[in-house]
Every structure is written in structure tokens, then in C-alpha cells.
């Protein structure tokens, strides 16, 4: 980052599903799938809540912290009171996600988005293609000066990959069915320039580049008024049914179906990180208190493709993998490293004053000393578990580099054959 003081900074994100995704309404109804995913009122799409997002996050940042070594209280990765625990206040969780406490309340300082649908796949009869509509390109993607336009609701464009594998009709027009709706192809697009929209100065966006390669340039774009009913007509439906322990056959009435997003899925959200100096907070550095609560949700991040979102996380569903310009590692300890400095200069400078007051003022200094020692504590032994598990891999490192270095070939460059001739050989 920048030496310039950053008030905010919005980053926007990819995430690709793994396994299905089912974030239910929470309701049970009448219809074609009794549970339903939640959808977007205005388009009828389906997306991942930016609070589903956030909840998540909050509890995978605890974890990610807790087994780095970090001791975490319960009420951390809630942000208020357990029954046993409450919020510390002082860790990167609650400083990034909030708290509440009887003396003490903050907000969080990182703000989430829904997960809206960028790249839909569908299976056609030439394969898997992600589908997305006019308008979402229009909204989200940089397509460097080549005019999409709006689609007709009969046509699809395509990437030069899918037009040249399309089928013909008796009237030797190309078309493609994308479940049960047949649309004939319009003109080719060029995607290969093609990046995300970024939101102004203080914002960073990912790159589309590896995915494109991943799904080999298969992408179509068709009108808005068609993606919705594409989106909808091919979400994965799945039946369910309880089993009785005792008998080991099913419940009566107990049989439901559901729907879910299908693997595949790209979603696209934003998430916009307030910086902690915003609010008077002088133990950070202009930035790196910044940087602390951006690698804070990008730890939890880490996690979603492991555990999951949403509901039916035992039956496989859920898993999604985040992607964007993480913050490093090193940006990282470096934001650790010159807090961990101003604190104990605080500390310090808390001290002589201690000695100088009384009453009240003595008190208030007193309970800031607590606070202050009780950071310094978490990071402390934060800090050692990370040393040691730098060390085992360092040694580790020189122990193959010393195995490598030993390595000696004895025949000279003059006497091995050359590319060439060892081509012609074979």
C-alpha cells in the first residue's frame, strides 16, 4: 500500500462454487421445491446475502486466528457475550467485525456485499457454457472499449471457442440450447481483454484472466430478460428424506426437495474495509491498521473453501473458493509489527504518567494499561507459535537445499548431447 494516509478501500472479489450452494429463505412452501434459495427481489436471481457472507467470515477469521496460535475467547468469534466468554475487544476479530460489551461498543470496519451471479453454467448439447446477460456486464465488467450493446431476446453472443463448435439449423443459422430455451447465435465477442469494472481510486479487483482459462473462453451472454429464467430453470433440485434410527427406513413425511446453486457458479462482491485511524485509533500507523482488518477477513476467506456457506454443509454443499489481490504476508507482519511498536511505546508513555496522577485520572490510566497489556499478551504468544512454525520450515528449506547442493553431475556440458541431437535421436 501506499505511505499516503487511506481513509477506506474497497476490494471486489471472485468466488467460484465447488460444491452446490444453498442459502435457504428460512421458509417452506408449496411449489416446485418445497425449501428455496434466496433470491434477489428485483431480478428474480439468486444470490449469497452479504450478512450470510459476514457471519461466516467472522467465525472462519476466529478459527484461522485460533490455530495460528492466537488465544481467542469465545465471545470473539460472536462479538458479544457467551455464556462463559465475552468479547476481548482487543484482538484483529473483534477490531475488524465488532463488538459489544457492557463498557465498551464498536462497529465493525468491514462492510460486504451480496454475492450476486456473474458467470452461470449450464450444460448444453456441446458441453458446459457460463452464461451471463447484458446487463451484468454492463454493471461489473471492463470489456476495454468493445460495445456489447444490449442482446435480443432470441440471440446469444459468444466467444470465438463456442462459435466454432456450434451446430446448424435447416436454415444454416447457428443456435444453442441452454436447458430447455434455444437461442441462435448473434455476433462473436472478444473476452480476451476483458477485466473487472473498478469502483474508483481506492479500490482493487480481481482478475479474470484464470478463470477464462479455467472454463476455456466458454462464455455466452444472452439478454437480462431471458438469464433469469436460464438461471432458474437449471438450479441443481435435490430430494431428501429423514431416516428413522430404529427401523433404518424413512420417515413418514418426512420427504422435502430443495434447490441449490450448481459448482460452477462465479459470484461476484464487493467488500469495502474502513481503516481503524478513522476513529481515533493511534496505535496503528496511517495504514497498517488497514491492512490488519483486510488480512483479518481474507483469513477467513482462506476457509470457505473448506467449510463452507450456507446450509447442507454435511451433505457436501457449500464449499465455494474466494479469489483477488490478497494482501501478502509480508505487507501483513510488516501492519503487526510497527503496532506491536506503538503499543508498547503507549504503554510506556501510560506508565510515567501512572506515576504522576491520582484518583480518577489514575484509575482511567490504570484500566488502559490493562487493556494495553492484555493486547500485547495475545500477540506475544501469537507471534512465538508463528516463529516456531517459521523455523521448522526453514529448516526443513535448508535441509533440501543442502540435498540439492550435493547433487553432482559429473559429465560435462561438452560431452551430453545437445536439444537437437537428442531428437533427432529418438
Not at 452446490?20 to 433470491?39: K, M
Not at 447484458?134 to 470489456?143: C, N
Not at 477477513?297 to 454443509?313: A, D, P
Amino acid at each position: 500500500m501506499s505511505n499516503t494516509f487511506i481513509s477506506f478501500k474497497t476490494k471486489t472479489y471472485l468466488a467460484i462454487a465447488k460444491e452446490p450452494v444453498y442459502v435457504g429463505t428460512g421458509g417452506y412452501r408449496i411449489g416446485r421445491v418445497d425449501n428455496t434459495i434466496i433470491r434477489d427481489s428485483g431480478t428474480n436471481l439468486p444470490k449469497i446475502p452479504g450478512t450470510t457472507i459476514s457471519g461466516n467470515a467472522r467465525y472462519y477469521s476466529w478459527l484461522a486466528y485460533k490455530s495460528e496460535g492466537m488465544n481467542l475467547t469465545l465471545g470473539c468469534a460472536k462479538g458479544k457475550r457467551t455464556e462463559k466468554e465475552n468479547a476481548c475487544g482487543m484482538c484483529p476479530v473483534c477490531l475488524t467485525y465488532g463488538f459489544i460489551k457492557d463498557e465498551k461498543s464498536h462497529s465493525g470496519l468491514a462492510y460486504f456485499s451480496d454475492a450476486r451471479i456473474l458467470f452461470f453454467p449450464v450444460a448444453t448439447m456441446i458441453g458446459t457454457v457460463w452464461v451471463t446477460s447484458d446487463e451484468i456486464v454492463r454493471e461489473f465488467i471492463d470489456t476495454d472499449g468493445s460495445n456489447i450493446g444490449s442482446v435480443s431476446k432470441e440471440k446469444f453472443l459468444a466467444a470465438l471457442e463456442i462459435k466454432n463448435s456450434l451446430p446448424e439449423n435447416n436454415s444454416n443459422k447457428l443456435f444453442l440450447n441452454f436447458g430447455w430455451i434455444m437461442l441462435e447465435s448473434g455476433r462473436e465477442i472478444d473476452i480476451s481483454l476483458w477485466k473487472i469494472k473498478s469502483n474508483g481510486e481506492n479500490s482493487e479487483v480481481s482478475d479474470l484472466s484464470d478463470f477464462f482459462k479455467k472454463v476455456e473462453n466458454r462464455i455466452c451472454i444472452v439478454s437480462k430478460e431471458v438469464f433469469h429464467h436460464i438461471v432458474n430453470s437449471n438450479l441443481e433440485t435435490r430430494t431428501s428424506v429423514s431416516i428413522n434410527p430404529v427401523t433404518g427406513a424413512a420417515e413418514g413425511g418426512a420427504l422435502f426437495t430443495y434447490e441449490a446453486l450448481p459448482r460452477g457458479t462465479v459470484f461476484i462482491m464487493d467488500v469495502t474495509y474502513e481503516n481503524p485511524k478513522n476513529y481515533g485509533n493511534d496505535e496503528y500507523g496511517d495504514n497498517d491498521g488497514l491492512n490488519v482488518v483486510i488480512k483479518t477477513v481474507e483469513k477467513g476467506f482462506e476457509l470457505f473453501s473448506s467449510l463452507g456457506i450456507g446450509g447442507m454443509g454435511t451433505r457436501g454443499f457449500g464449499k465455494i473458493e474466494i479469489k483477488g489481490s490478497m494482501i501478502g504476508e509480508k505487507e501483513y507482519w510488516e501492519s503487526v509489527k510497527k503496532y506491536v511498536e506503538n503499543l508498547e511505546k503507549r504503554y510506556n508513555d501510560l506508565q510515567a504518567q501512572l506515576e504522576k496522577v491520582e484518583g480518577e485520572e489514575k484509575e482511567k490510566i490504570d484500566k488502559e494499561i490493562k487493556r494495553i497489556t492484555h493486547s500485547l499478551n495475545l500477540y506475544r504468544k501469537y507471534i512465538e507459535v508463528q516463529k516456531k512454525k517459521l523455523e521448522k520450515q526453514i529448516n526443513n528449506f535448508n535441509e533440501i537445499f543442502n540435498i540439492i547442493s550435493s547433487i553432482n553431475i559429473t559429465i560435462s556440458e561438452n560431452d551430453m548431447p545437445n536439444e537437437t541431437e537428442e531428437g533427432e535421436n529418438a
